[in-house]
């Protein structure tokens, strides 16, 4: 528990942003905290937007502060030289998993007590976070489109077309072959398209 305090601090204390994140991550491993604090200030936005497409909804500052305490404590295990932020993107994807397992067996609960006459479960939080990547008018819908994919076909465009993935970093983040990524990401944009506007191709497309 101690660690997830000291994150919290430290985030918020003086951030030597100029230094890589090579040079972070080596001084994190020595137990130099303002140097993660720089790696958490750049990349919590992404982490976070993660977390809310892929599923965490309004519990995705739990999540993302999750994810950042595993990272900081099995820093050992990064390998020296590859991107820092494919490697937290893949914690942050796991701790998401995690939350809508966990989720799904509230929800289960919660609709065997409502038939006994209990509360109905809560409901889903509406909104979004602000996504570049489609125009303002269309990001709700969007959201709710994506939210509705099987899961794995989520996640690939989530990679992709959300955070700005390559192949090869989706693959690292998702722990999928490349070729399952493509496949993925090619039905993705199929069944999206059909539930955006129906007949006309969706607003997610790379230039």
Known sequence: MAARGVVRVRVFGRVRSAIDDTEAVTRARGGDLDAYAV???RYTA?????????????EADDVVQEA?????RHLSRFR???????WLLRIVTNETRNLTRSRRRRTALALRLARLGAA??????????????????????LLDAVQALPEAERQALVCRYFLDLSEAETAQVLGWPLGSVKSR?????????ALVVPGQQAQVCRD
């Not at 990401?185 to 398209?193: E, F, W, Y």
């Open 39 to 41: 790696l958490v200030a």
């Open 46 to 58: 992404r982490a976070h937007r993660a977390a809310f497409v892929l599923g965490a909804g309004e």
């Open 68 to 72: 950042f305490v595993k990272a900081f």
């Open 80 to 86: 020296a030289g590859e991107p820092f932020g494919p």
């Open 120 to 141: 109905d479960p809560a409901g889903e939080a509406a909104g979004g976070p602000d996504i570049e990547l489609v125009a303002a008018e269309q990001r709700a819908r």
């Open 185 to 193: 990401t090619s039905r993705g944009l199929t069944r999206l398209r």
